[in-house]
């Protein structure tokens, strides 16, 4: 009996050294890049023009999750990105130049799934949204002048993706889906006026994101 006993003890001993990785609840801070496009329609005399131009991305996220078990979690995090990209085209009048940017300022909720454990790190899924503002910027420089456009509006988006996470460092490979438009009606540039002026990201922007957890 008292073999047995011992017998069960070492075993149990074994199985909590040797037990998976759970993640735990805290702060994270992550630092994201990605790629997306944007579309802009444009209104003038009744006619409309749409170009559309590849934005590179990075974003700035800062937060905390919550682990209810080994499997399941939420968080919560204020996210700051910021797209850029410029072009130039050559005439016969000269060079033409522009440079659009969108800012997003958003507050996020996800829902964590980790579905595989092992003794470091958990693997899983996160499906989540964010809601918030849109800066949008669009200048044009031609002939030894130039024309800045500004607008803003809502922004809102639909998020999913791979996760990886150890106890201090999280890896994540995701999916965002915006589906607010920025527009203005009447919208003065330059000697022109836009009947009316709209702009959206029009592809999902792929992105991944390195979180350090505390």
């Known amino acids: 009996m008292k073999k047995i006993v011992a017998v069960g003890l070492c075993a149990l001993s074994f199985g909590l050294a040797d037990g998976k990785f ?10 994201s890049m990605g790629a997306g496009q944007t579309s802009q329609t444009i209104t003038v005399a009744g006619e409309s023009s749409k170009t559309t131009q590849f934005l590179p991305a990075f974003g700035l996220q800062v937060g905390y999750k919550h682990f209810f078990n080994e499997y399941l979690g939420v968080r919560g995090y204020g996210a700051f990105d910021y797209a850029w990209n410029s072009s130039e085209s050559t005439y016969s009048q000269g060079t033409e130049s522009s440079s659009t940017s969108a800012m997003n300022v958003t507050a996020n909720a996800d ?21 918030g503002g ?10 030894g002048s130039s024309e800045k ?19 201090s460092l999280g890896i994540e490979f995701g999916l965002k889906f915006p589906f607010t ?8 540039f330059g000697q022109d006026t836009f009947e009316s002026i709209k702009a959206k990201q029009s592809v999902p922007q792929f992105y991944a994101t390195i979180n350090l957890y505390f």
């Open 22 to 31: 759970q993640e735990k609840s805290g702060v994270l801070v992550g630092l």
């Open 111 to 131: 829902v964590l799934f980790n579905a595989f454990n092992t003794q470091s790190t958990s693997y899983g899924v996160f499906v989540g949204i964010g809601l």
């Open 134 to 143: 849109q800066f949008y910027n669009f200048k044009l420089s031609q002939a």
């Open 149 to 167: 456009l500004n607008q803003s509006g809502f922004y809102a988006d639909a998020k999913l993706g791979l996760r990886a996470a150890t106890e």
């Open 181 to 188: 438009t920025v527009s203005g009606k009447n919208v003065a």
